[in-house]
Each structure stands twice: as structure tokens, then as C-alpha cells.
């Protein structure tokens, strides 16, 4: 076992501050993980505050690892000293349950454990996240990332990332595709990257034309402004996937009516009560409306492996660790593009 630096927030809503933590000693199917840079998601501040309930304190955030192994448990095989690795949302789960066998561990029956704020069923406790100098997590549970992308822009990848790319593979988008992203911010870019790069027609359907030009430059073909009901008329019946990461709840209608007979829209952003659907948008069309959450180990993996091949990563802001309350707050009003990514270096040089 080994103490290291990390930042927490001691109690509901507090600012986040240096608390030293401990790590488990390596055990043999375990890596340990010298981490370099942690993305900054709104899951850790909506923990901070215990948005969700069952936060449980002192909470060290961040599931948006990325760094270099340290040294590896005698089982280990597939990972050497010096591999430039990440971890993402889960660190654990049952691997015997049904989800676990199709490798959709983020569904595990009996519960997942969660990067930080889960049970720490080696030290007791709840777990503890990538706020911090480093981390020892079991192999199964470690992802490669491609050397040749930038890793700053790879962090949010860990979820960010997946979290879009999952139902975009799983609903099977392919090149010629009509594919509208729902909402600008740090989940929306990356469909909008992933969407494009798939080869699909990729449309950024916003409330906020000031994002046009910001949504072309990320690969949209074209950009849709919900408000205009002109606009939204042209588009009916048209795509043939939404993929909706707006986070709060919100009325869904009016892009139900932008679907095709049998297509889908997948909600990935509010985990929260939506406005009532009314059912004769689903019924006349056969119209479906979905969720997605993250994605399985062998899944993120291949998601990676898109991203090295089309060398795609997230647009990050780097900060230092001690602005992460700042960063909390600039996050809280949407003033960041599109993703804070902390360099780990200024916590480690810390006193």
C-alpha cells in the first residue's frame, strides 16, 4: 500500500482540496499507473454535490485517466512498464453475469464498480479517482491508447468519448447515414467527430446559432436551429439517427418528429424526469427513443483503436490542478470548449 497526493471534496458541495490517499500495493492481475493527465466531467461535479445522492466523502473524482504504467502483477501479460494506458468510468465488475460475458460490463447485474465513489473491495471503502498521482486498477479494466494521438485530447475519450461512439456502433451508423447530434458541448463534439468520420451526413442541431461555425469546423455538414420551425419542418422525417446528449430534461418532441419511420433517437445526456413524449410522435412511424450508457471495456477499446486510426481526440482546455474549483464552476455555465483536461504534473510539483 502506498500513500499519494490527490485532491477531494471533504463534504456535499465543498470546494475540492489536497487530501493525501492511499493505494493499494499491486497485486498480480493488477497495473499501476503513473497518470499524466484526467479529464475534467460533469458526473464529477454532479458526485461533488451529491446531485445524484449516495455520494459518499471524502469524493476524488475523474474517470478520465490517462498515463503510463509503473509496474505490473505477475499475471499480467498484455502490459509493460513504460505503456502509455488509460482508465475510464469502471474499474471493476461481477464478470460473470450475463452483461459481463457479452462485454457490456457498464450493465453488469450485480453492479459495476465505479472508478471513484464505488466499493473499494481491496481497501475497504469507496473508491477513489484519477484526481489524484496515480492508481492500481486490475488489467481487465485498463485500455491502450494509440501513441500517435495527442494524450491531453485523449483523456475524455474515457467517457466523453465512449459514451458517444457506443450508440453510434451499437445502432450501426454507417457512411451515408443522416445523423443529427443533439446539443454542443463536451459530448456532442465527439459525435459530431465520430459521426463525420463514419461517413455519415452530419447535421448539428442546436438552440444556439452562435455555434454554427463552431460545429462546422468539428466536421458538421450542416447545423439545424431547433427554434426555427420553418427549419425543423424542412428536416421531418428525415434522419435516420439522433443522438441526444443534451443533460438536463427537456421537451423531446420536436425532434421525435425529425425522425424516419423505424429510426431511433438515443438519449446519453439527462439522467433525470424528461417533459411527457406524446406517444402518437412514436405510434404513426414506429419511431423509437432510447438510452445509452457508456460502453463496455472491449468496446472503448475499439473506440480508441478509431481513434488513433483517424487520429481523432477531444478539444481540450488544460489546467493546473489547483484551478480545478474554477474549472467546476466554468463548467456549471457552459464556458468551456469543449473539455478541461488537468495536467497532473502540477500536483505531483506541489508542496
Not at 43 to 67: A, F, K, L, M, R
Not at 143 to 167: F, H, M, Q, V, Y
Amino acid at each position: 500500500m502506498s500513500e499519494v497526493k490527490a485532491y477531494a471534496a471533504p463534504k456535499e458541495s465543498a470546494d475540492l482540496k489536497p487530501l493525501d490517499i492511499k493505494r493499494r500495493a499491486v497485486t498480480k492481475d493488477d497495473v499501476e499507473i503513473d497518470i499524466e493527465y484526467c479529464g475534467v466531467c460533469h458526473s464529477d461535479i454532479h458526485t461533488v454535490q451529491n446531485d445524484w445522492g449516495g455520494s459518499q466523502y471524502p469524493v476524488v473524482p475523474g474517470h478520465e485517466i490517462i498515463g503510463r504504467v509503473t509496474s505490473v502483477g505477475e499475471n499480467v501479460t498484455n502490459y509493460k512498464k513504460g505503456d502509455l494506458v488509460g482508465v475510464g468510468c469502471m474499474v471493476d465488475s461481477c464478470q460473470t453475469c450475463d452483461s459481463c460475458k457479452e462485454d457490456l460490463e457498464q450493465y453488469c447485474e450485480n453492479g459495476n464498480t465505479m472508478t471513484y465513489n464505488g466499493e473499494d473491495k481491496h481497501l475497504g471503502g469507496h473508491t477513489f479517482g484519477g484526481y489524484s498521482e496515480k492508481i492500481v486498477v486490475d488489467t481487465k479494466f485498463v485500455l491502450r491508447i494509440p501513441e500517435n494521438i495527442d494524450p491531453k485530447g485523449a483523456a475524455p475519450l474515457l467517457c466523453a468519448g465512449i459514451t458517444t461512439w457506443s450508440p453510434l456502433a451499437h445502432w450501426g451508423v454507417k457512411k451515408g447515414d443522416k445523423v443529427g447530434v443533439i446539443g454542443l458541448g463536451g459530448l456532442g463534439h465527439m459525435g459530431i467527430k465520430f459521426a463525420h468520420a463514419l461517413g455519415a451526413h452530419t447535421v448539428m442541431i442546436t438552440t444556439s446559432p452562435s455555434k454554427s461555425e463552431d460545429a462546422k469546423k468539428l466536421g458538421a455538414d450542416e447545423v439545424l436551429i431547433s427554434k426555427d420551425d420553418k427549419e425543423m419542418e424542412k428536416h421531418a422525417n428525415s434522419f435516420d439517427f439522433l443522438l441526444n446528449t443534451v443533460p438536463v430534461g427537456h421537451d423531446t418532441n420536436p425532434y421525435i418528429q425529425l425522425l424516419k419511420r423505424d429510426a431511433t433517437m438515443v438519449l446519453v445526456g439527462a439522467i433525470e424526469p424528461l417533459d411527457p413524449i406524446h406517444g402518437g410522435g412514436l405510434v404513426l412511424k414506429r419511431k423509437k427513443v432510447a438510452g445509452s450508457l457508456i460502453g463496455g471495456i472491449k468496446e472503448t477499446q475499439e473506440m480508441l483503436d478509431f481513434c488513433g486510426e483517424h487520429n481523432i481526440t477531444s478539444d481540450v482546455e488544460m489546467i493546473d490542478m489547483q484551478d480545478i474549483n474554477k474549472a467546476f464552476d466554468r463548467v456549471k455555465s457552459s464556458d468551456v470548449k469543449y473539455r478541461f483536461v488537468i495536467d497532473m504534473k502540477s500536483l505531483k510539483e506541489s508542496k
